[in-house]
């Protein structure tokens, strides 16, 4: 049986631990908020952008296609997997790594998913997808914070233009964790090159929206090729942006359940001390009410004086 002094030590220690759990919660839980206003940021950022390729596109005589392709016309496809640098996340990082197998396993070039070009975005899920049949090529951190992940994005672009230079890349998925609650997630994946017709065809107005019309001096071509480079860097953006709040849902779900388990164990502490401060107080009351007793019988026992002896007459 514990001693009192080792259950308030377990119970101070207890104590300590929940108070960091739910301090590592609420950080998580500010970080969540923090990548929601940079994803927000962006609105009338990405709004300019469309309206760029609106009119870089209008009266285009036919939507820009990819480059990279190699002589038969095939493109080669990578991927970017984003997972964490940091633990105490759950099965994020197992999560999306498993999800990101399996659907490059069902493309067409699935017979060289060992020599498939993949960006792993953090250390840990780089870690997991080797035993998967992956290689990263590149590992790269993931950003610290919201104002860390422009500079994220410029690497990734780097990897991606050496990419398209060197290993003849003209499609690139983006694998990531989307935050759906507070504390829950989902995997999920986007393809980031090429532009899809349909998201093209969509930006490609008809007939323009207003009485005046579009004008540029450079050519088409040109402004089409740094109009795309700034989508894919608002898609990049995006992307790690809802995966760092994915991250921190999961952290989340994780220090949950671990204050859940640290209550509950600090509630069975607490029970144990009181049972056995209580009876530890009824034993020291036994000894005090049996010592009384004892001390009362023997003062009786004092007090009882013998009988005087009867003279006999003639004495």
């Known amino acids: 049986m514990q001693t009192l002094e080792t259950l308030k030590r377990r119970i101070s220690s207890a104590q300590d631990l929940l108070s960091v759990v739910r301090t590592m919660k609420t950080l998580a839980a500010v970080s969540i908020r923090q990548y929601e206003l940079a994803v927000e940021s962006l609105v009338d950022y990405y709004q300019t952008v469309e309206d760029g390729l609106r009119m ?66 953090g250390g840990r899920v780089a870690g997991r997808l080797p035993e998967l049949g992956l290689t990263p090529d590149e590992e ?27 290993r003849k890349v003209g499609r690139i998925l983006l694998f990531y964790n989307r935050r759906r609650t507070a504390s829950s997630y989902q995997p999920g994946h986007v393809q980031l090159l090429p532009i899809h017709a349909d998201v093209l065809s969509q930006l490609r107005p008809q007939r323009w929206p207003s009485r005046t019309l579009p004008a540029f001096t450079m050519d088409r071509s040109v402004l089409l090729s740094r109009l795309i480079r700034q989508y894919v860097f608002v898609s990049l953006f995006r992307a790690m942006a809802e995966s760092l709040a994915g991250e921190n849902a999961s952290r989340i779900a994780g220090m949950q359940a671990a204050e859940n388990n640290i209550q509950d164990r600090l509630t069975e502490l607490q029970t144990d001390y009181h049972q056995q401060r209580q009876t530890a107080v009824t034993e020291e009351l036994l000894d005090v009410v049996t010592g009384f007793e004892a001390l009362k019988d023997d003062e009786e026992a004092s007090n009882v004086l013998p009988a005087p002896a009867k003279v006999m007459p003639g004495f």
């Open 56 to 121: 870089a596109m209008w009266n285009a005589e036919s939507l820009p296609r990819s480059e990279a392709a190699d002589g038969d016309g095939h493109r080669r496809t990578g991927a970017v997997i984003f997972g964490s640098d940091q633990g105490m996340c759950g099965q994020f990082n197992e999560q999306i790594a498993g999800y990101a197998a399996d659907i490059l396993r069902g493309e067409d070039d699935s017979s060289q998913t060992s020599s498939r070009p993949v960006i792993a975005v």
């Open 140 to 166: 790269l951190m993931v950003a610290g914070s919201s104002t860390a992940i422009a500079a994220s994005v410029h690497d990734l672009l780097a990897v991606m233009d050496n990419w398209r230079c060197t």
